[in-house]
């Protein structure tokens, strides 16, 4: 292996054997029967790519993808069924954090027992010792065994440990988000360090702005094959594809339609016969309420390339639609969009009324559609989305049809200011004396 390749992963697969019964199992391993007891199930089927030296990788995927095979294979927790695995480096592995820990040896008997499980002598974790102390702050509990240890203690002296030890190869699992607000700050610190110290650092997330922060590339994998690898956010929105059911085949028809101009692809999705929301996860406790004389058939969030997604890129446009068949005739009716933070605060939100976009009258059988398109400028994280349809009866405000914290918004960002949204500042700094 070139010594610029950290790790190299050549036509790797996992091979599970799933049996109905346990008892088949047995028979099988005692060889009492010839008959096959089993169904073959590959969480990873001839995976290949390389990772090179001081290079930051992400990988992608949704759940079942084979994303947490790769790296236990890698770290030598699982062997694979077939193909082979290089490394070049001495690596720590985030991946659940406190596995090896002794929950009957205090928190210094741990740090030195996993020390030497990744590899480390006595005194090359004596040196380190004060940092993993002082990273994990967890005071004089150190001195403690860590049955006694609340959650939050734990998950900080494991991530302590793993981060600390200068490993030249670092692997993350879904496992910088530990710990309080305050400690979670201070891991992605550690985390930016390894980085300009040139680490190498493979990384599995759900949290894709984080995987467009700090990776130079990006893996994704889907039902246990490597399906594309590149630049993190062209990746980002292939797997926001998937996320919405699109096969391989299907993602490359999609792509052919690009040469479309935007008023052709809005017509295109506004023409088609496929319901939007079958392509979202619609929240299975929705609020809905009204008196239905005009009801919300559909709805869908768009991004700039009209694809249906509920995961958006922060500085992009993107599109809210909503479909709505009147039952009644309806005078001057108002389509809304609100975004919410998951703990229920109103963020932003727009309606036909305030953007001066009418219709006069509404009649039984009729359908619109409402389309919001704007850009994107609040923070990466979570939001809820709200839809309604209303109009004012006689000087009231009557809702038909309302639908609260019906979508859940993902944002990826690679900069967050402070606050909710982006001023989008042009900012600089120049020397005068």
Known sequence: MSNEIAIKIDDVSKLYKLYDKPTD????????????????HYALHNVSFDVKKGECVGIIGTNGAGKSTILKIITGVLNPTAGNVEINGRISALLELGAGFNMEYTGIENVYLNGTMIGFSKEEIDAKLQDILDFADIGDFVNQPVKTYSSGMFVRLAFAVAINIDPEILIVDEALSVGDVFFQSKCYKKFEDFKKQGKTILFVSHDLSSIEKYCDRAILLDHGKNIAEGKPIDIINKY?????????????????????????????????????????????????????????????????EENITTTLIKGDRFTLRTK??????????????TFKTIKGQDITGSNTLLEKVSVEVAHPGEVYIASFNQEMNLQGGEYL?????????????????????????TVVSNKNTVGFYDMNSKTKVIKVK
């Open 25 to 40: 199992r047995l028979k099988e391993s005692l060889g009492l029967t010839k008959a096959k007891k089993y169904k073959e």
């Open 240 to 304: 926001k594809k998937i996320m919405t059911g699109m096969t391989v085949e299907e993602m490359e028809e999609h792509d052919s339609s690009k040469d479309l101009s935007p008023e052709e692809l809005e017509e295109k999705v506004n023409n088609s016969e496929e319901r939007w929301q079958d392509s979202l996860i619609l929240n299975p406790n929705i609020d809905e309420y009204g008196d239905m004389a005009a009801k919300i058939i559909d709805i869908g969030v768009f991004d700039s």
């Open 324 to 337: 709505i068949e009147f039952h009644e005739e309806i005078k001057d009716p108002i389509f809304t969009y």
């Open 385 to 409: 989305l709200s839809m309604s349809c209303t109009s004012y009866v006689d000087g009231e405000l009557v809702a038909h049809d309302r639908m609260y914290d019906a979508l859940n918004i």
